[in-house]
């Protein structure tokens, strides 16, 4: 690369590094994506870079290959409904251990190009709040075990870290108020986390191509109201059916995202305008304050004004001559 082409394109890259200087990022990352070293390393690089120029990623990782991977090699079934894992207290073990290592090996890697990574789950803090996944309306559908959903976050966690120029490697684990511990999607926790920290973007990595409308083909553009119709569809493709509708309902979820924002934005307008106007305020009280202030050897007359009885200063007018200056007190201050 020439140094002409590099120079374009940090010509090109600059309006953005400008509007998303301090911004909040959440990346997730998953699928067989995580399984190709060389795609694996390149968003590492890019992930520490994002923190280098100022942005502020969040990164929450899947790993679902792995774990069917592990269990494999464990001889342990793999058993799924809907597009759902059902896990029992060894499908767990394994899932903490598929996911603890992938979380190590992500931390590493971007470590090694610069940034400052920390490895955490739910259980950290307890700042990720679970509850069991609801079961399905289905009167033959098995017991999901561990299988959980978001009931909160706890941010306090996260913008400690991001504060101090830390970068967060979130595995999908939550707690429960009881302490038991729950596999959690990590589309829709990366959905809910970009929500509670309000954050500027919302990116879903993966090697899933994306998610297909009703007529089959990918869909570059859709809004909540078509993944909603999408989820409420009682017919699925086989086909990536399952990760199209996680990624619809986590799009789903965070519909609210963008609305959030702009509300927000607007109240913090009306916050500052109103404080700005508060301050006004206070300025002229304070300046009319100073010209009501009797001065030593001013008369003060009274004056009602709209049935209240104010106090003033009258003007005080000062007359020139070419030798002497008279004062309102009736003293002479000879001029040089």
């Given at each position: 690369m020439?140094?002409?082409?590099k ?8 309006p953005y590094?400008?509007?998303f ?7 997730r990352?998953?699928?067989h994506a995580?399984?190709d070293p060389?795609l ?9 870079l ?17 774990i069917?991977?592990l ?6 079934p ?7 894992r ?14 603890g ?15 400052r990574a920390?490895?955490l ?6 700042f990720i ?8 309306d289905?009167?033959d559908a098995?017991?999901l075990g561990f ?5 909160s976050?706890?941010?306090a966690?996260?913008?400690l870290?991001?504060?101090?120029h830390?970068v967060?490697?979130?595995?999908p684990?939550?707690v429960a108020a009881?302490g038991?511990?729950?596999?959690i ?6 959905g809910?986390?970009?929500?509670a920290?309000?954050a500027?973007k ?5 090697n899933v ?6 007529d089959g083909k990918?869909?570059?553009?859709l809004?909540a109201?078509d993944?909603?119709k999408?989820?409420r569809?009682?017919h699925?493709?086989r086909?990536?059916g399952?990760a ?10 965070g519909?609210?995202?963008g609305a959030h924002?702009?509300r927000r ?15 006004g305020?206070r300025?002229?009280?304070?300046h ?9 050897g ?10 209240d ?5 009258p003007s ?5 001559s070419?030798?002497a ?9 000879d001029?040089r």
């Open positions: 020439t140094p002409s082409q120079a374009g394109i940090l010509a090109e890259a600059l590094l400008r509007a200087n301090g911004k909040i990022l959440v990346i990352f998953g699928g995580m399984a060389g694996k390393a390149g968003f590492a690089r890019d992930v520490a994002l923190r280098l120029v100022g942005m502020k990623p969040i990164v929450v990782h899947g790993g679902g290959w792995g069917d991977e269990m494999k090699q464990m001889g342990l793999n058993k799924r409904y809907r597009g759902h059902i896990i029992d207290e060894r499908t767990l073990n394994v899932i903490e251990m598929a996911l290592e992938l979380n190590q090996e992500l931390t590493s890697l971007i470590n090694q190009h610069g940034g920390v490895g789950d739910g259980q950290d803090g307890r709040h679970a509850r069991p996944m609801a079961a399905p289905d009167p098995p017991d299988l959980g959903d978001v009931e976050i706890d941010t966690l996260i913008e870290l991001l504060s101090r830390f967060p490697v979130v595995m684990i939550g009881d038991t511990t729950y596999h999607n990590s589309d829709l926790l990366a809910r986390l970009a929500r920290l309000e500027e919302l990116v879903l990595m993966t191509a994306g998610v297909h409308g009703r990918l869909a570059h553009i809004t109201g993944a909603a999408l989820l569809r009682t699925r493709p086909r990536n399952a199209r509708d996680r990624r619809a309902a986590c799009g789903a979820r519909r609210a995202l924002h702009r934005r607007a109240e913090r307008a009306a916050a500052r305008s109103a404080d700005r106007r508060r301050r305020d300025a002229a009280l304070r009319r304050s100073a010209l009501f202030r009797r001065q030593p001013v008369p003060v007359r009274e004056m009602t004004a709209g049935g009885t104010m106090r003033r200063r005080c007018a000062v007359t020139l070419a030798s200056s008279t004062i309102p007190d009736g003293r002479r201050s001029r």
